[in-house]
């Protein structure tokens, strides 16, 4: 197992997030020791108690692992976790960094940092025609503009950098392979 498998195996256990993750990485060394380690040694570790410790040595029959990759393959997505190259470095300097991302789309070789442009889900024409002009002016700069794909400010915004020729990066609340809001489905 590689390491980004293994952060990828953990994002699947329930009750398992980035700072948990990071004492495990910090305990173990790496997050695929951890996942091979013996419940008394993983006791050891604050904040993992007796119910976590039994999904993680039992995470090849309480995850699904095998569903999950064929799933993402469906899709035709790409998995980045930190321990890939290409792992937005951005977000490694955060606190609590995301273990896997899914990423519909081209992955940037360098990730360039981008501009979030978000807000109201029920707004004023006013404010859809500025969002739009803020995301194509950005976009037109060559600055990515990053949104949620929610109805309002973030869908103009996304529709601005689309029609500047820029880039836009949509991070969604909901899985890819269910859309919401519907309508945003092919934007």
């Known amino acids: 197992m590689t390491e980004s498998d293994a952060y ?3 994002n699947l256990v329930s009750g398992i997030g980035p700072v948990r ?3 495990l990485r910090e305990r173990f060394g790496s997050l695929d020791l951890a996942l091979t380690a013996r419940g008394a040694d993983l006791r050891s570790v604050e904040g993992i108690g007796p ?3 039994e999904k993680l040595v039992s995470w090849e029959s309480t995850t699904e ?3 999950e990759r064929k799933w993402v393959e469906e899709l035709g997505l790409t998995v980045l976790t930190p321990a890939d190259a290409a792992y937005p470095p951005s977000l490694g300097e955060i606190y609590d960094p995301p273990l896997v991302l899914y990423i519909k789309g081209k992955v940037p070789e360098t990730w360039p940092r981008g501009v979030a442009v978000v807000g109201s889900r029920e707004t ?3 404010g859809l025609e500025n969002a739009q002009k803020l995301g194509y002016q950005l976009a037109y700069a060559g600055v990515p503009v990053i949104s949620g794909l929610a109805r309002g400010i973030d869908t103009a915004a996304h529709l601005g950098a689309l029609a500047a020729k820029g880039t836009t990066w949509a991070v969604l609340g909901c899985g890819l392979d269910k859309m919401y809001p519907p309508e945003n489905d092919t934007l």
Do not use: C, G
């Open 8 to 10: 990828f195996i953990v």
């Open 21 to 23: 993750a990071k004492r």
């Open 65 to 67: 692992f095998e569903k």
């Open 51 to 53: 119910e976590l410790v």
């Open 124 to 126: 004023s024409h006013y």
